[in-house]
């Protein structure tokens, strides 16, 4: 697994970032006057940070945990350790700019340039599925 470490501190980086992600949409819906734990309000929308913040953080959680067995899998499978490493790199970055835009750009518009980076990750969950195949 030692040929992996690069990729393995790459994974460690994007859960980190989901963590930090838990931790703003925690906060952000604490500072509401009203509110109940767990829940956002249903009137809520991209304008609010309480929403985008908490959107952010559900995104990552419904893409994220797919995206790290597949690169467990990748491992086990013998993917090329440079290969994964770049792979591993474009999903992390795609995720933190997808959650820079989306914590900083209020609209309810779709496509937003949030999109194109979440466009970006699943592009790279296929790639990654492909090479596990084509290993």
């Known amino acids: 697994m030692t040929q ?3 990729s393995i501190f790459v ?16 906060r952000a819906h604490r500072k509401q006057e ?3 734990p767990g829940v956002v309000a249903a009137e809520l929308d991209h304008h609010s940070f309480v929403f985008r913040s908490n ?3 559900m995104n990552s959680l419904e893409n994220v945990p797919l995206f ?3 690169a467990l899998l990748a491992m086990f499978a013998g993917v090329d350790a440079n290969t994964l490493y770049v792979v591993t790199t ?22 937003s340039p949030r999109s194109y980076f979440y466009l970006i990750g699943l592009l790279t969950q296929m790639v990654l599925l492909g090479l596990i195949f084509a290993a």
Not at 11 to 26: D, G, M
Not at 93 to 111: C, D, G, Q, S
Request: glycine share 0%; charged share 10%; no cysteine.
């Open 68 to 70: 790290v067995v597949t």
């Open 34 to 36: 009203h509110y109940i």
């Open 55 to 57: 959107r952010t953080f």
């Open 4 to 6: 992996y470490a690069d």
């Open 90 to 111: 474009v999903f992390a970055t795609a995720r933190i700019v997808h959650m820079a835009l989306f914590y900083k750009i209020a609209t309810n518009e779709n496509p």
């Open 11 to 26: 994974i460690a980086i994007i859960i980190t970032t989901v963590v930090i992600q838990a931790l703003v949409a925690a």
